[in-house]
């Protein structure tokens, strides 16, 4: 089997770039994340027609809080123009991506589509690595197509919810599940707006089940839990000169959230005061939008077998698949490590490297060590153990029947010229 360091565990975020801000307080409280985790930010960029919109998917890393675009940027040339069904082109038709989720039973992302120049809200379907956006249905409540829908959520159990402001009941902040297939909206749970302090900008689920309401006021953040069952609404905590537009939880429980001025925070909902566990991760590129934190394929190196055997000068090739993104990667020849590539790995995750079982190398027992980063920017190494040999691949020993075929040459040449001599002999005394 092939041998993972860094694998498939939550790793301690050991290190914290110059550009975050970790408290002390918190320096023995440091996020983890799984490898297949991953931030995923959509910028949005509107022109001043608002006939479109640019809509760029990046990463950001959980490590270091860079962000590396992903994919595509949805060009205002692909605009079908008034979006017509099926409302599937690759700009979302004009409007912006509002929300986005990820269901915890299919591992699947989606992304809301509605925006001040959409008529109508719609789900699609979109890939994690690449951005690609599949249309799934238009959002319908009692045959109408409502407009603006603000947010979406999938509970444990794989339902999906939107969350709207119907202008037909306006005291009111509606709860809605959602089919996917069809679209169709059907009221889950009404709540008094007057029951949340400000305007709610998000809704999300916690990994234990709670729904979790955010909003906005005076520049404050303001989170309550709701229940789906009743009209409930329990105050939790609030942050004083924070707007956070909007917010997701991690497998671990961290909350993470996308502030006013493109800024990414986490703050620990478990923490005895939870305003005093907000901290500033990463500067987010400019107009960011929804974020979701996402699964992605676990990133792997293959071409290479446990314990295959090479021979010194030998060439072959190894493929990286499901890497961040034009991230650096470098390959080693251990035990004393040997770099024998390094490169950039491609926009789309991957890598075919071409290699060189160095001349010098000593025969014996390796460790061929591959090291890159992770969609989420946690580095990933590889190790596969191997075997050189200055002989063939093949095991074989050309030694011994080398030396046998000389031998047996000298031996032949010698008969020879014995058997000549004796001619000559028996000539002259003849």
Partial sequence: MRRFISAFVALALLSISPSLSVSSAQADDLIEMNLNQTIL??????YPDF?????????????????????????????????????????FCGGPIMSAALNPVTRQTYGLVSGADAINSSLYLVDPQTGVPTFQSILTLGG????????????????????????????????YAVDIATGVMTLEQNYLKSSFTGGVVSMTLSPDGEVWAFSVAGGNTYSST?????????????????????????????LWSVGSGDKLYTVDVTAADPSSSLEFRADLPASSGAFVISDVPFPTSTGVNDGEAFTLGENFSLNIQNARASS?????????????????????????????????????????VVSYLA???????????????ALAATGS?????????????VLGLLAMSWSARRRENFSSQI
């Fill in 41 to 46: 930010v959509w910028n949005e960029i509107s």
């Fill in 51 to 91: 006939s479109n919109y640019d809509v760029a998917m990046s990463t950001v890393s959980t490590l270091t809080g860079d962000a590396a675009q992903v994919g595509y940027t949805f060009e205002p040339a692909l605009d079908p123009g008034p979006c017509p069904a099926p409302f599937s082109q690759y700009n």
């Fill in 144 to 175: 109408a197509q409502p407009f603006n829908v603000r947010g979406m959520f999938f509970d444990e159990e794989g339902n999906l919810f939107a969350w709207w402001q119907n202008t037909s009941t306006p005291l009111y902040l509606g709860v």
């Fill in 226 to 254: 709701v229940s789906l069952n009743s009209t409930t609404v329990s105050p939790k905590f609030s942050l004083t000169g924070t707007s956070l537009i909007r917010s997701a939880f991690d497998a671990n429980g961290y």
């Fill in 328 to 368: 650096d990667y470098v390959i080693e020849l251990h035990s004393t490590p040997v770099e024998i590539a390094s490169g950039v790995v491609a926009p789309s995750g991957g890598a075919q490297i071409p290699l060189t079982i160095p001349a010098n190398t000593p025969p014996g027992a390796h460790e061929l």
């Fill in 375 to 389: 969609p989420n920017g946690r580095e990933v190494t590889q190790t596969f153990p191997v075997t050189v040999s």
């Fill in 397 to 409: 020993n050309p030694g011994p029947p080398a030396l046998g075929a000389v031998a047996f040459l």
